[in-house]
């Protein structure tokens, strides 16, 4: 039986883990933390429940097609519930509400601009389209070659890889808040919406079309349900278990070294941070220079905060989205000239509205995060004046003072993105989908320097979030499976 390392325990880890062992390899995965998830580990405290990473279940046709190709159903694993509403935008005069279906949404784009319901309808049916060549088609492919993007569908839509989502946005809608939803959506992928090609507009049909779900228990259960299938089809797990080289002999991979030990195999797979993968190597075998890692565009690192409340908030939902600021300026400062941001737009996640086993009674879960620019120095001074910020603005703008029922607060920042996960300059999200960073313009999933070495995960194809990192994993344990 060949064997097969996998290095990491995230998504795309755990992905091609179990594609693996299901095609009758040896899996042994080295996850380097105590618990296995990567960045989405669960922290639990005083009976309060976070999902540190991912917060948002899209795409659950994704989720659903991996299980099938190991004949279960995510019923097997995890109860699933459609967020209505999916979430709820605040803006400085107003909020918006997005509902759980095409209906609710277009009533409230007509309430805020006349005649804004029918230009959705046409936006989301050309966005389902795009979705179904995306996903059918373009991201099942390995990024080997330009060609895979040419299908008799893409070629039809060429234009849409060179106009953006902005372009195509504010080309339709005119009001500041229908185009601020709008864009939302492609932050997923990493890039300023002015930057991410027109294709993309079909994560706002996974948005409005698909729906916001919730899995009971959190995001966490997907991890537990990929890793009780992963050790059913006899996938080795160890924890605390770092990698600190992968071994090469005569440009063939033979294995890894973990805590001082060696172990052999004839595959090894990374899905830790591409960079950080790379240099477990002697310099010679690496595929990219350090400069190659300075010039690409990162998606945004995170300053996340998670807090246990000891009441139940008021006037928010499971998923909040705070755009009382200038959208533009803060996309400015973490993409054109990066900085902390001077009035920044933040996401809030209160799984316990729709989730009572999330936390105590009577007592809320919060998870807050603010996108920042990779790379930004990070200190308890920086991190304690953006909580006071924000939190001032979601005591403001919900009408009520949430500082006084807070009993613990963490925090965590690019220090620990880089410390807990290798992330290179501390980026959250992989890099960002921009054109020049698309299917084959992206690191690749195979090594083209060490027979037998791949990669998968968020730096890799086909780019960030969480589904397409289960992709991921498929991608390059098919490309093992057909070489071996």
């Known amino acids: 039986m060949k064997k097969a390392i996998v290095i990491g325990s995230g998504f795309s880890s755990l992905s091609a883990a179990c594609y693996l062992a299901q095609a009758g390899f040896q899996v042994e995965l080295f996850e380097k933390n105590s618990t296995i998830g990567g960045r989405a580990r669960q922290f639990k405290k005083d009976g309060f429940t976070f999902d540190m990473g991912p917060s948002w279940y899209w795409m659950p046709d994704i989720f659903d097609k991996f299980f099938a190709d190991f004949n279960k159903k995510t019923s097997d694993y995890y109860p699933l519930e459609k ?19 095409m209906e609710k949404i277009c009533a409230e784009f007509e309430r805020i601009e006349s005649g804004s319901a029918i230009e959705l309808k046409n936006f989301i049916s050309k966005a389902q389209d795009n979705y179904d060549i995306a996903i059918n088609k373009v991201v099942l492919r390995p990024g080997l070659s330009p060609f895979e993007l040419v299908t008799k569908e893409t070629v039809f839509r060429v234009d849409q890889f060179f106009k953006t989502i902005s372009h195509e946005v504010r080309r339709r809608f005119k009001n500041p808040k229908l185009i601020s939803v709008l864009e ?30 919730h899995p009971k228990g959190g995001m966490y259960q997907i991890v537990k349900a990929m890793s009780e299938l992963a050790l059913e089809l006899g996938v080795h797990v160890h924890t605390d278990a770092p990698v600190d080289k992968i071994l090469v002999e005569n440009g063939k991979v033979k294995g890894i070294e973990s805590n001082g030990e060696h172990f052999t195999s004839e595959v090894v797979v990374s899905g830790a941070d591409y960079h950080h993968s790379e240099n477990l190597l002697p310099k010679k075998y690496r595929q990219y220079s350090e400069t190659y890692w300075n010039n690409r565009t990162y998606a945004p690192s995170s300053l996340l905060f998670y807090i246990g409340f000891n009441q139940k908030l008021k006037n928010i939902q499971h998923h909040n989205l705070f755009f009382d600021t200038d959208f533009n300026q803060h996309a400015k400062e973490i993409y054109d000239k990066p900085q902390w941001p001077n009035k920044p737009l933040f996401y809030a996640n209160f799984p316990s509205v729709t989730d009572a086993s999330m936390a105590p009674e009577n007592c809320e879960t919060g998870f807050f995060l603010i996108p920042i620019a990779p790379g930004l120095q990070d200190t308890p001074e920086l991190r304690h004046q953006y909580f006071d910020i924000i939190m001032d603005r979601f005591s403001q703008l919900t009408d009520q003072d949430a500082k006084k029922s807070i009993i613990f607060k963490e925090s965590f920042c690019v220090n620990d993105f880089i410390e807990q996960y290798n992330s290179f300059k501390g980026n959250a999200y992989g890099l960002a989908n921009t054109l020049r960073q698309t299917a084959f313009l992206r690191p690749n999933l195979k090594s083209s320097k060490v027979e037998n070495l791949f990669f998968t995960g968020q730096l890799t194809v086909p780019g960030p979030g969480v589904p397409p990192a289960l992709i991921s994993g498929k991608l390059v344990a098919d490309l093992i499976i057909k070489k071996t």
Do not use: E, Q, R
């Open 184 to 213: 939302f959506p492609v932050l997923f992928l990493g890039a300023k919406p002015s930057k991410t090609p027109s294709f993309y507009s079909f994560m706002n049909f996974a948005d409005f079309g698909l729906g916001t779900w």
């Open 83 to 101: 967020l209505d509403p999916a979430y709820k935008v605040f803006f400085k005069d107003d909020t918006m509400t997005i509902g759980d279906c």
